[in-house]
């Protein structure tokens, strides 16, 4: 099983990045698939998630209305959509997987740095 982001950057305030994850090893149709980020001397903390089984997306209330999560199962594919950014958006971003019915996400890539300056 393996995860791996990528499409992070340098970007100035008010633009706009599109992180991917590219998952491997197993069927995405049977996870919740999430994306969290750690900024420097921070712990780290949720972004969204997008549920198995056509359950619906989820986001933590400092991103809603500038991220979007989707997926392509298909594809195998995570994606972030992230707009307006913020100097306070530049973190390493994570996406994790969660099996459908698992109490945690038990699989996670390596981040990809998103650094928001002028």
């Known amino acids: 099983v393996q995860l791996v982001e990528s499409g992070g950057g340098l970007v100035q305030p008010g633009g706009s990045l599109r992180l991917s994850c590219a998952a491997s090893g197993f069927a995405l149709s049977r996870y919740t698939l999430a994306w969290f980020r750690q900024a420097p001397g921070k712990e780290r903390e949720f972004v969204a998630q997008?549920?198995?089984?056509?359950?619906?997306?989820n986001y933590a209330d400092s991103v809603k209305g500038r991220f979007t999560i989707s997926r392509d199962d298909a594809k195998k594919t995570i994606y972030l959509q992230i707009n307006n950014l913020k100097a306070d958006d530049t973190a390493a971003y994570y996406c994790a997987a969660r099996r459908a019915f698992s109490a945690s996400f038990g699989y996670w890539g390596q981040g990809t740095q998103v650094t928001v300056s002028s």
């Open positions: 997008s549920s198995w089984n056509g359950g619906g997306t």
